[in-house]
């Protein structure tokens, strides 16, 4: 548990006493003072202490122990430490190329100016369905619009190892296709090997000496 | 009789916050979607309650 977070469980607890010290005794409300104590206590410490939660959960549902935390997850986690360079998720964990704690979301939202929201909002479908739906085999899971090159281009974009890369330069508007996303990076015979969830036991998998997760 | 009303209110009203951050705090010990969905769907719902209900009562005050 950090330490911002037994911050908050202070905060609330302090503001839950207040809170119950004037239900208990509302006619304290009476006098000049209480009423001011009342609106401190019944509605402007409980928004701080609800932002500062819904803050603090919203962080912590980008972490990638979050994201496996659903059964119909725990192949895709297995993924990531796959012994095969071709394996795109697995060589990017691997290689701290995307933070591990991170690791799910780093790739899986949108950059745009909601894009975390609207993967918030994805996330909630899944819940949803993990617990009142029809759970699909990991293998069925599929994105729901194909996956964008932005995302990849996130990180790439500018760099030396991607702009002059040979294979990036078979046709001389290779990368401005890539960039328009007209030319898939993970779907077009290139990158297309990703988490592949069917087949991931005829894999050998790396062990983290250390660091790992 | 008006002041028992509002405090009545009052009093509800902060039971209501007192629970939703109860449920919070409660949220906090665990790092699950379903402690985020606690959190959105009982925690958020019984502070904003509890804040409307308090906001309702001074508005609904009529000073003589």
Redesign the interface.
Known sequence: ?TSS?LI??AF??I??IL??F???R??F??ARGGKIV?FI???ML??L??WA??N??LE??T?T??CL??HVMANFGKSLYVDDKSFIPAEHFQNNFVPRDHACFTCHTDYTMFGDYKAKWR??H??LV??FGKIPKPEDIRLYTPYNNRECLHCHAGARSYEEASSHHKTPDMLAQVASNKLSCISSGCHDTIHEVGTLNENTFWTPKTGGQ | MMAASIEHRIRWSGILVAAGLIVQMLTLFWTHPLAFMAFLLVGCPLVAAGILLYLYSLVSHNTP
């Open positions: 548990m977070v908050l469980i609330s607890v503001v839950t809170v119950l004037v239900a208990v509302p006619e409300t009476r009342a206590a019944l509605c409980p928004v202490a609800v939660g819904v603090e959960h912590r549902s972490s122990r979050f935390s659903c996330g909630v899944h819940v993990q617990y």
